[in-house]
């Protein structure tokens, strides 16, 4: 379930993690305006075929002041689960649709998330120039 | 964009799914060629057809859904480039752009499916589907795929499903506004016409079931875009 209230998964297993987000301005004021946001994945390291990159959210309506919520899953329909050492890793980008144009976020996210040598993790490393 | 309130959590979740009913419940569909008149006008930028039709039907506003097969991560993508205003010549020129898919109306909802077919999985016949408490599209769409039903039929197939996202959603600030049960009752469908049905009740928004085959992994993952 992710931090809004939908369902994101059921009968999961694997590893979670929920993040959520604010549009600001330069200046660091919150976008007060409605818009629509999508993302891209790119940089993809696998150590299992199954696990590629998610398929991107593209023209997700957010609405005036309102929160992005982020559902980062990686893993299976039970029953079947991660191996022990089961993980990828990658990049994620964001733009911004507003008044019919399209924006390129600077933020960018590198997420690497699955099981490390019998340990489940979800790393989360946020660059904003 | 400013990050606040992470949390994490490793989750096994085992949820218990679905039940009978019977009867259908849900909005008349519009008429066919309102809709595909609609504009559908999308950045004009090279995409998989796949992102392409998202895109054309969330700017429409039309309901629908797309299932696409790939193969490894490592091959390339064929890429469109969509023109057109009316949603009809956006898709028309998807599928110009890449034989490999063919759109069609099915009661309301716009799909995109491979030129040979769908996919063995959405054909799956379901006796019945109630969509219980389920009071939004995404969530309702996550149950029905990891239903027993379905994942006896993908245990069939030879399909695992993997579970990798998208997860992007939004959350108003204040007071949440009222919310009903999507109240989707059918019987005697296939798994596409479920999915359907969700998209309809939701009156926009766009399922997505995507097949991977590479080497010895071939899964699937079904997911919803509002």
Partial sequence: VDCGGVQRASNFCGVNRNLTYQLVDQTGAPFLLAYTLSESFSNLSTTNPALGLPTPSQNVPIPANGIVTDAQFVGFTYPQCLGSNDHHSYKQNFSVKVGGVTYNLSTTLSISNGNFSGTPQDNVSITTP | ?226
């Fill in chain 2, 1 to 226: 964009m400013r990050t606040f309130l992470p949390s994490s959590s490793r989750v096994l979740l085992a949820v218990a799914l679905l039940s009978s009913l019977r009867v259908s419940g849900q909005a008349a569909p519009a008429p066919q060629e309102d809709v595909l008149t609609r504009s559908a006008r999308i950045d004009d930028e090279s995409l998989p057809a796949f992102s392409a039709f998202q895109g054309a039907l969330q700017m429409s506003g039309v309901p629908g859904g797309v299932a696409f097969m790939e193969g490894c991560s490592d091959q390339p993508v064929p890429m469109v480039r969509p023109h057109g205003t009316t949603l009809r010549e956006v898709l028309n020129s998807i599928t110009a752009g890449d034989s490999a898919y063919a759109w069609r109306m099915r009661e309301g909802v716009v799909n995109l499916e491979p030129s040979t077919g769908l996919p063995a999985l959405l054909r799956t016949h379901l006796n019945t589907y109630d969509s219980r408490d389920a009071t939004d599209a995404v969530s309702a769409v996550t149950f029905l795929s990891s239903s027993l039903e379905v994942t006896r039929a993908a245990t069939n197939l030879g399909l695992a499903q993997n579970v990798l996202g998208p997860g992007l959603g939004s959350m108003a600030q204040g007071p949440p506004p009222p919310i009903k049960p999507l109240g989707i009752r059918l019987h005697d469908v296939t798994l596409v016409d479920v999915l359907n049905a969700i998209a309809l009740a939701n009156k926009h928004g766009v399922w997505t079931y995507r097949e991977t085959h590479c080497g010895s992994v071939h899964q699937f993952n079904v997911s919803f875009a509002q």
